[in-house]
């Protein structure tokens, strides 16, 4: 696993993909989870929860000195956050 993390190029582009990636994943399955559970039909979120993950991910890539993908995971942070703001304001 650390081979692979090692041999990613480092790119912000590289980050954005994966900072994309990760929190469509989680949220995905939020989005089952809310919709098939009575009981979590009003906990909208567990989409932050999706998105927070990137917040351990981006760490990761700062520790093996992978600063422009963890630079492009805070990027894709940002905009999964204001894509949760307009959800609930909206």
């Not at 990636?21 to 979120?45: E, R």
């Not at 990137?54 to 942070?77: C, D, P, S, V, W």
């Amino acid at each position: 696993m650390m081979d692979r993390l090692k041999s990613l190029n480092n790119s912000v582009w590289v980050g954005l993909g994966i900072g994309l990636l990760v929190p469509a994943v989680c949220c995905s399955i939020a989005w089952y989870l809310i919709h098939h559970v009575a009981y979590l039909s009003k906990a909208h979120l567990l989409y932050i929860g999706g998105i927070a993950v990137n917040a351990y991910t981006m760490q990761t890539f700062f520790k093996y000195n992978k600063e422009n993908i963890g630079r492009g995971i805070l990027a894709a942070t940002f905009l999964c956050a204001f894509i949760f703001f307009a959800y609930k304001v909206f």
